[in-house]
Every structure is written in structure tokens, then in C-alpha cells.
């Protein structure tokens, strides 16, 4: 299984924290830079690939025009996640032991 | 100032000129005015001057798109993000912010041609990266 990168755990992070289900521009909102506008859909593709999310399109919005697509994270990506956060933990008390 | 053809389509207007009654409506709309002489003026300015039709951008752009790129590059990177763009589009556009309308117009487009790019190139370094690592 391929890890998530850097982008890949902050969205997962968001996805998290932010409620059941996301858009794109929220968890752009959210994210305060980290991610961005163009990039965001591609992170959210590379997720989807791996399983870590899950995409759900409604078939009519309330306004004219496309459907905006809403993630989840799976229990997969949750799993992930918490693997990934307890992993730099880890690493960073090994950095921090070393320093010392 | 009334033009011989507005007072032609001003009905109501009383006959002699008074000054009271002089009223400047806007394009559309249709107002009252009492007048000294007890009556009541109505000057209309039925000439639309400003009324656009408005469709959601890059509608006619999605066939285009959707012909051009593959069902998966389609329908998880471009399709969301000109969802994402419209929306926001028709946000502003309730607001009446028209300067705004025109900076999502713009955006979305360089967002689209950006993504469509990378659509296109994503799959090329992956090939080559997989060739590398091979």
C-alpha cells in the first residue's frame, strides 16, 4: 500500500476533524494555505485511488449548474491516518532524544 | 427630458407642461408622480437596457471537455472543480457582485486549462517515473 504524502495527510487530517462529509473548497478553507484551489482535487483523486476517501455526487444541487462532488474519509484512510500521526510521533521523539 | 415617442407611449401625462411632473425613471420601471393639478403624472421607460440572460460559465465547455479528456481525469478532477467554480459563480452572482461574476469567470477558466494540463501530463511522469523505477 502506497502511504499518503504530505498534501494527502493534511486533507486526511481535515476530512477527520471537519465533520462527516467535505467539499473540495472546504477543506480549502480549512486547510488556512496549506492547500490549494487548483491542487485540491488532485489530492482528493490520489485519496480516492488509494481508498483512503470516499466520493459522493449528488445528482441535482440546489443551484443551475454541475453537482459539487462531497468526501468522506473510509475506515481505511482513518486507520491510515492514525498509523501516519503515531509514526511521526515516534520519529519525533527519536529526533528530539538525539538532539538531547 | 420626454421625447415626443415617450409621451406618445405616456398615457396619463396631463397636457400642460408642469414642471412638478417632470420625473426620470429608470430603465424598466414605471413611476407615479401627483401633480398640482390634482392629477396624477406616470412617465414609464419601458426601453430594457440592462438585462442579460445569465448561463452558468463553461457550460458548453463540459461537452468539449468531457470528449477530450478520459471518464476518470473527468469526472474527478475537472468536473468537480467547475462545479466548485459555478457555485461560487452563482453565490456572487445572487449578491449582484458583478466584478466578482467576472473574477470566478476568469479563475475558473485558468484553474480548468491548469488541471486539464496536468490531466494530460499526470499520467506521462507516472509512465516515466514506473520506467525509472523499473
Not at chain 1, 486547510?31 to 482528493?44: D, K, M
Not at chain 2, 468536473?79 to 466584478?99: F, V
Not at chain 2, 485558468?110 to 517515473?129: M, Q, S
Request: aromatic fraction near 6%.
Amino acid at each position: 500500500m502506497r502511504l499518503p504524502s504530505g498534501k494527502e495527510l493534511i486533507a486526511l487530517r481535515l476530512l477527520r476533524d471537519g465533520g462527516p462529509e467535505m467539499y473540495g473548497l472546504e477543506l480549502v478553507k480549512a486547510s488556512g494555505g496549506r492547500l490549494g484551489r487548483a491542487g485540491v482535487y488532485v489530492t482528493l483523486d490520489r485519496l480516492e485511488e488509494k481508498g483512503f476517501v470516499k466520493r459522493r455526487t449528488p445528482a441535482a444541487e440546489d443551484h443551475p449548474g454541475l453537482p459539487r462532488p462531497r468526501y468522506k474519509l473510509t475506515a481505511l484512510g482513518e486507520k491510515v491516518l492514525k498509523a501516519a500521526e503515531a509514526a511521526n510521533e515516534v520519529m519525533g521523539a527519536t529526533l528530539a532524544m538525539e538532539a538531547v | 427630458m420626454s421625447t415626443r415617442r415617450d409621451r406618445d407611449q405616456l398615457s396619463l401625462l396631463p397636457d400642460e407642461e408642469d414642471e412638478s411632473a417632470v420625473i426620470t425613471p429608470s430603465a424598466g420601471t414605471i413611476e407615479f408622480k401627483s401633480v398640482s393639478t390634482g392629477k396624477v403624472a406616470m412617465r414609464a421607460n419601458l426601453r430594457v437596457t440592462s438585462v442579460r440572460i445569465a448561463r452558468m460559465p463553461a457550460t458548453n465547455l463540459v461537452a468539449s471537455l468531457r470528449w477530450l479528456l478520459t471518464p476518470k481525469a473527468y469526472s474527478r478532477i475537472v468536473a468537480p472543480l467547475i462545479a466548485q467554480e459555478q457555485h461560487e459563480y452563482y453565490e456572487a452572482l445572487l449578491r449582484h457582485d458583478r466584478w466578482l461574476t467576472r473574477w470566478i469567470e476568469a479563475r475558473m477558466y485558468l484553474l480548468i486549462l491548469w488541471n486539464t494540463l496536468w490531466a494530460f501530463i499526470a499520467p506521462l511522469l507516472a509512465g516515466v517515473f514506473r520506467g525509472v523505477d523499473g
